[in-house]
């Protein structure tokens, strides 16, 4: 199965809003709610984000946002952050009742 | 907090074996699914395989099916990844993940990871 496809890059000034897009198929992102999103600073491991599509677990920003729409989810963070500088990626379940990540975005913050 | 430390890493020749461990604590490890996610230099997350929270359900990526088995020892609280017919691409950051809830569809918390290089 290949990767979800995710835009290598985005970049944001401080105080913008981004958005980074997740696209699959109706046998991955869009047949299911179970779409996930991480965060991955260089070095270090990845957290989690954003799951089942728009979900926030507790203690993530609510900058921090996710939705789904057919085969494609998007991530937006609000407010960008210097902090928020980092490697994206998206995951999600499929119908093999296996997992599929994205292959990552790289934000900068201008 | 949970914490899960990965070991068994390191550097094997190609067609060889490794056996991963992770131990976990800070959570009732037998009431959720774990995973293991994979990461080559310089690459993006690779999800690799999954255990159920009973050990009854095995999920694996089709680069490890037939070659990697995913175990649970609930006694010891600890993950296992057995990885054999190895080769150069199996190169990685091997992280263990604890799962979201007791089902195998939502990687939560991450360890820090081990590292596997395959070379001759």
């Known amino acids: 199965q290949s990767a979800l496809t995710q835009p290598a890059s985005v970049s944001g000034s401080p105080g913008q809003s981004i958005a980074i897009s997740c696209t699959g198929t109706?046998?991955?992102?869009?047949?299911?709610?179970?779409v996930s999103w991480y965060q991955q600073h260089p070095g270090k491991a990845p957290k989690l984000l954003i799951y089942d599509a728009s979900n926030r677990p507790s203690g993530v920003s609510d900058r921090f946002s996710g939705s789904k729409s057919g085969n494609t989810a998007s991530l937006t963070i609000s407010g960008l952050q210097a902090e928020d500088e980092a490697d994206y990626y998206c995951s999600s379940y499929t119908s093999s009742s296996t997992l599929l990540f994205g292959g990552g975005t790289k934000l900068t913050v201008l | 907090q949970v914490q899960l430390v990965e070991s068994g890493g390191g550097v094997v020749q190609p067609g060889g074996s490794l056996r991963l461990s992770c131990a976990a604590s800070g959570f009732t490890f037998r009431n959720y699914g774990m995973h293991w996610v994979r990461q080559a230099p310089g690459k993006g997350l690779e999800w690799v395989a999954v255990?159920?929270?009973?050990?009854?359900?095995?999920y694996y990526a089709d680069s490890a099916k037939g070659r990697f088995t995913i175990s649970r020892d609930d006694s010891k609280k600890s993950l296992f990844l057995q990885m054999d017919s190895l080769r150069p691409e199996d190169t990685a950051v091997y992280y263990c993940v604890k799962g979201w809830g007791s089902g195998t569809k939502t990687p939560d918390v991450w360890g820090k990871g081990t590292t596997v290089t395959i070379s001759s």
């Open positions: 255990t159920s929270d009973d050990g009854r359900n095995k």
């Open positions: 109706s046998s991955d992102v869009g047949g299911y709610k179970y």
